[in-house]
């Protein structure tokens, strides 16, 4: 099985820096990946990692170390529109579309 | 493109009623899953389809049936209603194994 930990909440101040964290125990996966959630609507795709290290995509950039089952989101530069909920998920290396998701960690973007 | 179109939004069952959520998707993609969320149990797999005709179980499948009769559609079929059905439930499609999730909506559902 597969289990997958990130803080429940933070908050972090605008225009700074924020690093939210993934850890997770499996028996190996294919990649992780990153979603979006703002409150009452659906995830959104951020971030796709299948090789240990950082991947950039402006703002955002996704760590992944599979030798330490850690992976972080990186949002720079935070903006209001930051504020939402970040969803971690491990994609299985057999099972390709039973894609297991984290329960997200909320995060409040404070003026 | 529309994307992913699931209908209803809202939904009131009452218990052991049945009925099915809809999901469409226009981008030919091949993986489609549906999803149902609580708040502190994050997205719970129910079933998923890797193509038309193929339909697999996932982690909470049980009350709930699916098919996939073409690559667009991929409706998700509530057998007998119970109040733990209570949840919002997303349907998502994907062109490839290596590639994210395009989510619908989502449909909020109230058993009582």
């Known amino acids: 099985g597969q289990n997958i930990d990130q803080p429940t909440e933070m908050t972090a101040t605008e225009g700074a820096i924020v690093q939210i964290n993934c850890t997770y125990q499996?028996?190996?996966?294919?990649?992780l990946f990153w979603y979006q959630q703002h409150a009452g609507e659906a995830p959104t795709f951020l971030s796709y990692?299948?090789?240990?290290g950082l991947e950039e995509k402006g703002r955002f950039s996704s760590f992944l170390s599979r030798s330490k089952g850690y992976s972080y989101l990186l949002l720079k530069e935070l903006q209001m529109k930051d504020s939402a909920s970040y969803l971690c998920?491990?994609?299985?290396?057999?099972?390709?579309?039973?894609?297991?998701f984290g329960t997200g960690t909320k995060l409040q973007v404070i003026p | 493109n529309a994307g992913v179109t699931q209908t209803p939004k809202f939904q009131v069952l009452k218990t052991g009623q049945s009925m099915t959520l809809q999901c469409a998707q226009d981008?030919?993609?091949?993986?489609m899953s549906w999803y149902r969320q609580d708040p502190g149990m994050g997205l719970r797999l129910i079933h998923y389809?890797?193509?038309?005709?193929?339909?697999d179980q996932g982690e909470v499948p049980n009350g709930y049936n699916v098919s996939r009769s073409t690559t667009e559609d991929f409706p998700l079929r509530l057998l007998s209603a119970a109040p733990s059905q209570t949840s919002v439930y997303f349907c998502?499609?994907?062109?490839?194994?290596?590639?994210?999730?395009?989510f619908g909506s989502g449909t909020r559902l109230t058993v009582v």
């Open positions: 998920a491990l994609r299985p290396g057999g099972g390709y579309q039973k894609v297991t």
């Open positions: 998502a499609s994907s062109p490839g194994t290596d590639r994210g999730y395009t």
């Open positions: 499996t028996s190996g996966f294919n990649g």
């Open positions: 990692n299948v090789l240990d």
């Open positions: 981008m030919n993609h091949e993986y």
């Open positions: 389809s890797v193509g038309a005709g193929i339909t």
